[in-house]
């Protein structure tokens, strides 16, 4: 190596020094001062960006089917209606894979009904697609009305 290339190295390393840049002597150590930063969150920072002040807010748009299903007492009835059913299709029996949780009388139109764990089956993604209630397709519980 020339001494050029040593002096120009030895630069830059005191430069990257006096940055506070270099960290090639830390690794594998703690660092030897507090980050300002740790655990801490800015309450000004954090509010100013939530709800209404949010420039992505629509104006509370999520429905009130939306906000149910996320709710713990809902996660926890779908748990139990899987644990019931020993994690198997009740229609073409295979266990395991993508499961899910279907309402036999359906959930918009039977709230009272939603928790009640004998109102469950646990039908795999292929099942579930072919019942009658399956999305938004129109229940056979719904009686429509006609005017003449």
Request: proline content about 5%; glycine content about 8%.
């Amino acid at each position: 190596m020339s001494i050029d290339y040593k002096q120009r190295n030895k630069k830059q390393w005191e430069t990257k020094r006096k940055n506070g840049t270099d960290t090639s002597w830390l690794k594998g150590k703690k660092l030897p001062y507090p980050i300002w930063n740790k655990g801490l969150k800015n309450p000004a920072l954090s509010n100013r960006q939530r709800g209404e002040n949010n420039p992505n807010w629509k104006g509370g748009v999520s429905s009130e089917n939306e906000k149910f299903r996320k709710t713990t007492v809902y996660k926890n009835w779908r748990i139990a209606v899987f644990e019931r059913d020993d994690y198997t299709c009740q229609a073409c029996g295979n266990r395991g894979g993508k499961l899910h949780a279907d309402h036999e009388l359906p959930f918009a139109e039977f709230p009272d009904l939603r928790l009640e764990i004998l109102n469950g089956r646990t039908l795999c993604v292929p099942c579930h697609i072919k019942t009658d209630s399956y999305g938004n397709r129109i229940s056979p519980f719904v009686i429509k009305e006609t005017t003449i």
